[in-house]
Structures are given as structure tokens and as C-alpha cells.
């Protein structure tokens, strides 16, 4: 009688376990697209990814790079401080969206330029994505909301 009642509770357990690793498989492959890795320009430079990759790219759209084009395409170059990656994108931009200020994009690297699908601009004047503010930490050319340098100390 005990080693009946000892081989169901295995059972459950065997059964229990295989449907939390097909609920998991099933969750990965329906995410498959939906993950979208961020990149700095200066990842970007150093490994480029493939073209069917898609990935976010973040950092400050470098000064005197926008150029609206014919029609709908603008272009223009994202930078971390430490390197720059020219954008191509066709679409309206976000009204927040201006030379200097931080972007986020979604879209391809292809032949040594990023084909945007989704520009994000800054939503407020004291707003940067998190990934932008670290990247720009990392290269030492973050300036906060305040435009205080990042590590800069203030003196009263």
C-alpha cells in the first residue's frame, strides 16, 4: 500500500515537471520576437550585429547629423560619446525629438547603418531610458537633468 501511495507522488511530480518545462519552451518561442536587446553605439561598432538581428540602439543624436530628406526619411547619428552609428528612419519623429537630446531606436544595422522601425525621444526635460543614462555613464559623458556632468559634485 505505501509504495503505491510512494509511486503516484512520483508520478505527479514526473507529470508536474514536464508541463513547467513545456509551459516554459512554449513562453520562450512565443517571446522569440519580442526581445529586443540594447545596444550602445560603441557595442554596436565593436560587434556588429547581423542584419536580421533586431535590437534597440540608445545615446544622444549627435549635433548638426539631422537631415530630413525627400519625403518621409530622415537620418541623422546617435552617439555615447565614444563612438557614433548613422540612423536612417522613415516615419514622423516624436515631437521631443531634437540634435543633442537622448533616443532610443528599434530596428536593423544593415551595411554599416542602423535602419530604424521605432524612434522613442525623451518624454520631459528630466527623462533619459535607463539603458541611454548607463551607456553614457560608462563613456563618462552623461550630464543630468541639472546639466551637471555625471560625478560632478556641487559646492553651495
Given at each position: 500500500?505505501?509504495?503505491?501511495?510512494?509511486?503516484?507522488?512520483?508520478?505527479?511530480?514526473?507529470?508536474?515537471?514536464?508541463?513547467?518545462?513545456?509551459?516554459?519552451?512554449?513562453?520562450?518561442?512565443?517571446?522569440?520576437?519580442?526581445?529586443?536587446?540594447?545596444?550602445?553605439?560603441?557595442?554596436?561598432?565593436?560587434?556588429?550585429p547581423?542584419?536580421?538581428?533586431?535590437?534597440?540602439?540608445?545615446g544622444?543624436?549627435?549635433?548638426?547629423?539631422?537631415?530630413?530628406?525627400?519625403?518621409?526619411?530622415?537620418?541623422?547619428?546617435?552617439?555615447?560619446?565614444?563612438?557614433?552609428?548613422?540612423?536612417?528612419?522613415?516615419?514622423?519623429?516624436?515631437?521631443?525629438?531634437r540634435?543633442?537630446?537622448?533616443?532610443?531606436?528599434?530596428?536593423?544595422?544593415?551595411?554599416?547603418?542602423?535602419?530604424?522601425?521605432?524612434?522613442?525621444?525623451?518624454?520631459?526635460?528630466?527623462?533619459?531610458?535607463?539603458?541611454?543614462?548607463?551607456a553614457?555613464?560608462?563613456?563618462?559623458?552623461?550630464?543630468?537633468?541639472?546639466?551637471?556632468?555625471?560625478?560632478?559634485?556641487?559646492?553651495?
Amino acid at each position: 500500500m505505501r509504495s503505491l501511495k510512494k509511486q503516484r507522488r512520483i508520478q505527479v511530480i514526473v507529470i508536474a515537471m514536464i508541463a513547467l518545462v513545456g509551459a516554459t519552451a512554449l513562453v520562450g518561442y512565443a517571446m522569440r520576437d519580442g526581445i529586443n536587446f540594447f545596444r550602445s553605439p560603441s557595442q554596436v561598432v565593436e560587434a556588429p550585429p547581423q542584419p536580421n538581428e533586431v535590437f534597440r540602439i540608445g545615446g544622444l543624436v549627435e549635433e548638426g547629423t539631422l537631415i530630413r530628406g525627400e519625403g518621409e526619411t530622415i537620418t541623422f547619428s546617435v552617439t555615447d560619446g565614444g563612438a557614433s552609428v548613422a540612423v536612417a528612419y522613415t516615419g514622423i519623429l516624436p515631437d521631443l525629438f531634437r540634435e543633442g537630446e537622448g533616443m532610443v531606436g528599434t530596428g536593423r544595422f544593415v551595411d554599416g547603418r542602423f535602419e530604424a522601425t521605432e524612434i522613442l525621444a525623451r518624454h520631459d526635460e528630466t527623462y533619459m531610458p535607463k539603458e541611454v543614462v548607463d551607456a553614457l555613464k560608462e563613456q563618462g559623458v552623461y550630464k543630468g537633468p541639472d546639466g551637471e556632468a555625471y560625478g560632478e559634485t556641487v559646492t553651495n
